[in-house]
């Protein structure tokens, strides 16, 4: 058996430290023995142990971490799922499970090695109740596939994160993500009534019920939506849907002052407007974006202009918005705004939510990064904005913002740029936990809708005294026992 194991690549000193303190002893390594068990337990071709596949595995999109499994599996059913987390539960092997691998926390990596359970097989839509607003699904189903199939039935599911084309709605669930619809509907767990989970033991389990309201025994199914796979592997899905809203507006407003883009996101939601989307772009995002876009599809920014704010309207009479549009208009008349425009068609407004999807793409793209995903207060977002600039001021680093201003998240990309391997190394994780002091002060927290993962866990103090990560500790301890889901993840490593 070929395989690369301990092929690890890690890109801070802070990061290796955080390995080394982790226990690796307590797993067994996968042997020939147990890939053969494996192979009884689900096809052979859905066993994998070649280089190539166990890289596409060591890693998300996580900055540059790459830690190798020992091999990968594919399950296609809850059976083989089972069967499959008992073995490795028996014999200590390490378990991940694994969507798209699209996460920014570096929750899909399997940090011990051992076998990483990729969910992809798993991608079927297997019911959409259009009586009953409800839709039952895989974990590997793609998030904008399922939005696309139930809105041909005039359904909607809102949760829409930017990376919706490619990442799967078990991915979602294990990290509760948001996504530019969340100031106004929620977040994934707002829609999850119910989920099949396979237990540490193989045991298979049902969270709730398929019924809008439930107040039997406690709520396992949020306890598992965000659990980043650390308390069971989800197999199938029960999906609360409401209706499509039929009409959709869409606004740019540039403004000249990076603090009044800010500001204005508490005075467009105290007109008692709730936007289906309230997005916050400094200019920097828009220029790195820019750079992956069409010339078609490139904004043009005056040289004045700091950031812009993106407002999506949505309902079920034109009119309704054609007002809230022009209370909008009226609300940011009080800032220092350029020249707000109105997306006319479907294809002006598919460009300028594009521009926006991009940009974490795009960021990626110019420099060595690090991503934190901040959130606080709504009212507090302006506070915030200053806050990261003035950190990054004195600490040397350059970052570029942007994020869901609507709910309060801000996404913050530290660039490398042009700093030195001790400053990134050594001085940028003390920046880091200043700004999450500040957000914590602020009445927020160190992650909005990515995860803890990897990369976070070393804050987790921060925002939990040691009497809260005990308990949480306990909680993961009842479901798995032995620690074989997902170890190394959301608990600092000592």
């Known amino acids: 058996m070929t395989t690369v194991f301990g092929a690890l690549r890690l890109t801070t000193k802070f990061q290796k430290e955080k390995f080394s303190m982790s ?20 096809p052979a071709n859905s066993i994998h142990v070649d280089e190539e596949t166990l890289h596409a595995h060591s890693k998300d999109e996580t900055e540059d971490i790459s830690i190798a499994p020992e091999v990968v599996v594919e399950p296609h059913s809850t059976a083989e799922v089972s069967e499959v987390v008992k073995y490795c539960n028996e014999k200590s092997i ?49 998030t904008q596939h399922f939005q696309e199939a139930v809105k041909e039935k005039g359904l909607f599911y809102p949760p829409d994160p930017a990376s919706k084309g490619s990442c ?38 049902h969270t709730g019920s398929n019924t809008l309201k439930n107040a039997t025994g406690y709520n396992i199914t949020q306890l598992i939506v965000g659990s980043e796979g650390t308390l069971g592997v989800v197999t199938e899905i029960i999906i609360k849907l409401i209706p499509h809203p039929k009409h959709t507006l869409l606004l740019l407003a540039p403004f000249r002052k990076l603090t009044e883009a800010a500001e204005a996101v508490p005075a467009i939601m105290k007109t008692g407007i709730t936007p289906s ?30 950031a812009h704010l993106l407002i999506e309207l949505d309902g079920n ?30 294809a002006q407004k598919d460009s300028l939510w594009r521009m926006r999807r991009v940009v974490g793409e795009a960021v990626k793209r110019d420099s060595i990064y690090k991503e934190e995903d ?11 904005l200053k806050v990261v600039k003035e950190i990054g001021s004195a600490h040397g680093f350059e970052s570029v913002c942007y994020g869901h201003a609507g709910d309060g998240n801000l996404h913050v990309n530290i660039l490398k740029g042009n700093m030195t391997p ?28 990515h995860g803890i993962g990897w990369v976070q866990k ?14 949480m500790k306990s909680i993961k301890k009842v479901f798995d026992p032995r620690g074989i889901l997902n170890p190394g993840k959301i608990f600092p490593s000592s």
């Open 422 to 449: 001790k400053q990134w190394n050594d001085e940028l994780p003390v920046a880091i936990r200043e700004l999450f002091r500040a957000v914590k002060g602020m009445g927020g927290t160190i992650s909005g809708e």
């Open 374 to 384: 901040t959130v606080v207060p709504r009212f507090a977002f302006p506070q915030l």
């Open 94 to 142: 390490p378990l991940t499970v694994r969507g798209a691998g699209t996460g920014l926390s570096g929750g899909a990596i399997p940090a011990f090695g051992g076998v990483v359970l990729s969910m992809r097989r798993m991608n079927q839509i297997l019911e959409i109740d259009e009586n009953n607003f409800v839709g039952r699904v895989q974990p590997g189903v793609i």
């Open 277 to 306: 989307g309230l997005e916050f772009m400094e200019r920097a995002a828009i220029e790195a974006a820019s750079r992956v876009l069409s010339e078609e599809e490139r904004l043009a920014i005056d040289d004045d202009i700091e």
């Open 317 to 346: 009479r034109e009119s309704v918005l054609m007002e809230d549009a022009e209370t909008v208009y009226e609300t940011l008349s009080d800032f220092d705004c350029g020249e707000i425009l109105l997306a006319e068609t479907e």
């Open 168 to 205: 799967f709605i078990g991915g979602n669930i294990a990290e509760n993500s948001g996504g530019p619809k969340a100031v106004k509907y929620g977040v994934v767990k707002d829609y999850i009534l119910n989920l099949e989970v396979v237990l540490a033991s193989g045991e298979v389990i």
């Open 23 to 42: 226990t690796t002893d307590k797993y067994k390594k996968v042997s020939e023995r147990d890939i053969e068990s494996l192979k009884k337990m689900v």
């Open 458 to 471: 070393e804050y987790l103090d921060i925002v939990f005294t040691p009497v809260e990560i005990e308990l």
